[in-house]
């Protein structure tokens, strides 16, 4: 089992998704859907178990031959930085499922289930593969799902904002797909044949300029996707236009894509460049923390609120990624699984709001503590892990964020603490104005409480944020080796100039056939 | 096997021919069968179109492998001719599916029709096997001046009438051009075998001549008149919104694949010597015709006259490899026009399903709630639209991958991201169909009933989108063999220029 255990966690939602959309029926769609995708969880909580804490490489690794012609293989691994992605991927879509099927998806369930599982082997896949072909082929995948979401299952102006997403992501990924080709050619100079292998591709030696160009169409596909500030403005849009459903997985599982990508490929691959443009997506980042919570206070829907929390905590997360200190890069990596976790959490608490009083105005909320007094604890307790209360789980990363970033920039870490601040006062505010004060109408009164299937649905989600932020260090213990091995290619020196005629002729696809 | 049989019992010079020579004998056969059976039995025509398409492709299949000029020279049979004769019988023969209820629905002759389709096609086969200008020539024509009546046979609509006479005038004019480009390579080198100019043109002092140049120019505009490359295109639009849509499929793909087939054997193969000339026309044409294409594609309502524009942009792709030249790229290109086949082929399969016979031509309002009524309808629809917007794991992806790869490979940075930004343009009117059927709600509509014909069409492009993306090495080992098929029997000299630049 342990031979194709990635292969399985990639593929299974994959076969359950055309299975869903072949034979189930209206009834028994959800019951389907929900089994599929738990048994990626379930393998992917054996892959944390068998995982290997003290060594730094891909574990697991399966790799064979694909399209031999372009140099494509089918390459997966997994290591510290993607081991937690991984099983929280799988969890997320098992509780969006749980939770749409409560009435979120009202329509078209058969269809909502085919895609949301056509998402997770898209999610999975890009999170695992070690080659650059297969995991742009993932990348991609994910990207024709969440669209359909959006476009389906949205609100009003949901196809505005499919629109918009899936025009900003795909001018980020075509040029990627450029530079990937590039640089695969260029280094078949070195290598003596295309390979789309990651791992032979560190330490290719391109020229400065070369490096320069290469790293900015990468950099581009993946801050599009994080978003880091000013490639922001899709967010807002696709996640409050998006179903409480598909917020969940833009929010909570998603976001780590973009992020993923900057840690994997586009920084271990062109280090020298990463460092000089490090100061730069440090200071955006911090913009972002900083405009995320401004315009975050400045909001009167729940769900927007919420977007623009997103662009701020991602804002960390840059600034943790590009500090390249130990602490800065553990603290973001950790924050990609506690942000994502407390970012659905949120979204499916005004899911629920919504489900009451089919609104998510804040002005037309108020008192709901009365009523629903564990609502308002579940808020509550996720709005706090958003703006990093110690004893929950978003601490631990602001703060090993804030600790790495100071000793790359004290000024970064200075401004970066405003945001935590703000994030204070947009969170509770916006609580204060939901759950206190007079009922908004007399007749929430009547509203109910949570109903026990969405006690179940939330409560993993609270019970990890207790977890993980009272307990990291199972967590860190894993991360910290590829933590480690990461800074080391992204401290490295510049690869030495080869001493072998570079410009010599290679044959590519289909050349071989040539006399 | 059956075509062996076939293939032994004849003397050995037919065998090169046997492809359109079985393509032109069903032609016969339909015209007089077709005279005794009336208007009343149209699909049994259709059906023995279909198998002498059939056959066709079968002869050609077996053919693969084997090397010969026929016919001192005129024609070439190598696999690259193979691979063309196989793709445009298939072309051919699933737009026969896509006639069977076309034809009879809207009252079009059917001998005139399916004869048409096949004397066309038999052109078509012409012009890929071409191994002289006049051949070149031939075929183009026969193909054209099918396809001109094609286009006008619904002679009730008056826009079919418009889109065949538009069609006719403006093909004609780049006739025009093409015959005269011939007249003046034939002048400056003295022979009109592709192998002989190609020998004559190594000599620098011949290659530089006005004459030659000036010929190659107007080759050029003939060509580009044929694969609609903008500003040879304007024909484009009106002609596939006019036309009866099975025959706007055959000129999205058979026309557009064969007259790449003899544009692509003629520059890359034999006139190679030349690509410092024709080599920044093409790029220019390559990034106008891209750019174009897409953008006006943007702003069509008609979805008949979106693909259209679309497939002016796919021809700017295809130009994109052309201009790379070498051996990568005219694999790549190959491969490209094997996946943009069946997905275009698709999309008009869908097409002809959804419209109605009082009001032709589809707008995007029409599509709208095809998905409730026609879950799989819309379904295929919109895998097609994916993978003409180059989304993986679909056949798309892979030829847009490949001829980038061809591109940036022999240096064209630039014109690669311009193709790559295009893409990005492109995403928005391929989601603008998806977004109509599935988002939009729309009138309840009839559909007339489908015949089986029509669901094998469907069938057989959603597996070929599908197999052609997910496991393409058979394929582009396919299109890589029949490329260099055709360059190693060119010249071995070749490949030296290839890898020059």
Not at chain 1, 493 to 498: C, Q, V, Y
Not at chain 2, 474 to 484: H, I, L, R, T, W
Request: glycine letters at 8%.
């Amino acid at each position: 089992m342990t031979a194709n255990l990635l292969t399985l966690i990639i593929f299974v939602p994959l076969v359950g998704a055309l299975a869903v959309a072949l034979f189930a029926d209206e009834r028994t769609v959800w019951p389907a859907a929900f089994i599929f995708s738990l048994l990626p969880l379930a393998l992917s909580i054996y892959l944390l178990v068998a995982f290997n804490p003290h060594d730094n490489g891909y574990q697991f690794v399966e790799r064979r031959p694909w399209i031999a012609d372009f140099g494509v293989s089918y390459h997966v691994g997994v290591d510290g930085i993607s081991l937690f992605l991984v099983p929280l991927a799988a969890l997320l879509v098992s509780l969006t499922l749980l939770y749409a099927s409560g009435g979120d998806i009202d329509r078209r369930p058969r269809e909502f289930c085919f895609f949301v599982l056509m998402l997770e082997t898209g999610l999975l896949g890009v999170l695992l593969a070690v080659d650059l072909f297969l995991f742009y082929v993932f990348w991609e995948l994910t990207l024709i799902p969440i669209y359909f979401i959006i476009g389906i299952w949205g609100s009003q102006r949901r196809v505005y904002a499919a629109f918009k997403f899936i025009l900003y992501t795909m001018l980020g990924s075509l040029l990627m797909l450029v530079a990937l080709i590039y640089l695969v050619l260029h280094a078949r100079g070195y290598l003596g044949a295309a390979t789309f292998d990651l791992t032979d591709l560190y330490r290719v030696p391109l020229s400065h300029a070369q490096a320069r160009w290469l790293f900015a169409a990468l950099a581009l596909g993946f801050a599009v996707k994080v978003p880091v500030w000013p490639l922001h403005s899709w967010l807002p849009d696709a996640y409050s236009e998006a179903p409480t459903a598909g917020s969940m997985l833009l929010g909570g599982a998603m976001f780590q894509m973009g992020v993923y990508g900057f840690l994997r490929f586009a920084i271990p691959l062109f280090p020298e460049v990463a460092r000089e443009a490090a100061p730069l997506f440090m200071a955006l980042g911090v913009v972002g923390i900083i405009y995320g919570a401004l315009l975050a206070l400045a909001q009167s829907d729940l769900k927007r609120l919420v977007a623009y929390a997103s662009v701020s905590h991602v804002g960390f997360v840059v600034l943790g990624v590009f500090a390249l200190d130990r602490f800065s890069v553990e603290g973001a990596v950790y924050q990609l699984i506690t942000h994502g976790l407390s970012t659905t959490a949120l979204f499916m608490a005004i899911g629920m709001i919504y489900l009451r009083r089919r609104t998510r105005a804040i002005g037309e909320l108020g008192g709901l503590w009365r009523p629903a007094p564990m609502l308002g604890a579940i808020l509550m307790v996720a709005m706090l892990s958003a703006v990093g209360l110690p004893g929950l789980d978003g601490f631990v990363g602001e703060f090993l964020v804030l600790l790495g970033a100071y000793f790359a920039s004290w000024q970064a870490a200075a401004l970066a603490v405003s945001g935590l601040i703000l994030g204070v006062l947009y969170m509770l505010w916006a609580y204060e104005r939901v759950m206190f004060g007079p009922l908004a109408k007399s007749a929430d009164r009547g509203i109910a409480d949570l109903a026990p299937r969405e006690v179940a649905v939330i409560f993993p989600l609270i019970a990890l944020m207790f977890f993980l932020g009272l307990y990291p260090r199972p967590l860190l213990r894993r991360i910290e080796p590829s933590v480690v091995a990461f800074l080391a290619r992204a401290q490295a020196a510049p690869a030495p100039a080869l001493s072998f005629d570079r410009a010599k002729p290679q044959e590519f696809a289909g050349l071989r056939v040539v006399p | 096997m059956i075509s062996g049989t076939i293939g032994a019992a004849l003397d050995a010079s037919w065998r090169p021919v046997l492809a359109p020579a079985v393509v032109a004998i069903t032609a016969m056969a339909v015209m007089l069968v077709g005279s005794r059976l009336g208007e009343e039995d149209s699909e049994g025509l259709g059906w023995l179109t279909f198998s002498g398409l059939a056959l066709a492709a079968l002869c050609a299949f077996a053919a693969v492998g084997r090397h010969a000029p026929a016919f001192a020279g005129a024609l070439i049979v190598d696999d690259y001719t193979a691979f063309f004769y196989c793709l445009i019988a298939v072309c051919a023969a699933m737009v026969v599916l896509l006639s069977l209820d076309y034809v009879p629905a809207l009252e079009l002759p059917s001998t005139e029709y399916y004869a048409l389709l096949l004397s066309a096609t038999v052109g078509m086969m012409l012009l890929a096997a071409a191994g002289d200008l006049i051949i070149i020539f031939l075929g183009l024509e026969t193909m054209s001046i099918s396809v001109y009546v094609m286009a006008a046979i619904a002679r009730r609509d008056p826009r079919s009438s418009e889109a065949g006479l538009k069609y006719f005038l403006l093909g004609a004019f780049s006739t025009g051009f093409l015959l005269y480009g011939i007249a003046l390579l034939y002048g400056a080198t003295g022979s009109i075998k592709l192998e002989a100019i190609s020998r004559a043109l190594q000599s620098s002092a011949l290659a530089a001549s006005p004459l030659v140049l000036l010929g190659l120019a107007m080759m050029l505009i003939g060509f580009g008149f044929k694969v609609a490359a903008v500003p040879f295109h304007a024909w484009t639009p009106d002609a596939y919104e006019g036309a009866p849509t099975p025959v706007t499929a055959l000129m999205a793909v058979g026309v557009k694949s064969a007259a790449f087939a003899g544009f692509l054997r003629l520059l890359l193969v034999y006139l190679p010597a030349l690509h410092a000339q024709w080599g920044g026309a093409l790029w220019v044409l390559a990034a106008l015709t891209m750019s174009v294409g897409n953008l006006v594609a943007l702003a069509q309502n008609n979805v008949k006259r979106m693909l259209a524009y679309s497939a002016i942009a796919h021809a700017g792709y295809i130009l994109v490899g052309m201009t790379a030249a070498g051996g990568a790229a005219g694999a790549a290109v190959l491969y490209y026009l094997l996946g943009y086949a069946f997905a275009n082929l698709g999309a008009f399969a869908v097409l002809v399903a959804v419209e109605r016979v009082e009001q032709p031509g589809t707008t995007l309002a029409d599509l709208g709630g095809l998905a409730k009524g026609q879950p799989m309808l819309a379904a295929a629809m919109a895998l097609f639209m994916l993978s003409l917007m180059g989304l993986p794991p679909l056949a798309g992806f892979v030829g847009k991958f490949y001829v980038f790869s061809a591109a940036l490979q022999a240096g064209y940075v630039w014109l690669v991201v311009l193709a790559a930004l295009n893409s990005v343009i492109s995403t928005y009117y391929y989601a603008r169909v998806i977004v109509a059927m599935y988002v939009n709600e729309g009138a309840e509509r009839k559909l007339r009933a489908r015949r089986p014909g029509l669901s094998v069409a469907l069938a057989v492009a959603i597996a070929a989108t599908i197999i052609i993306g997910v496991d393409p090495r058979p394929y582009v080992e396919m299109a890589a063999g029949a490329y260099a098929s055709a360059a190693g029997i060119a010249r071995s000299g070749v490949r030296a220029a290839f890898l020059a630049h």
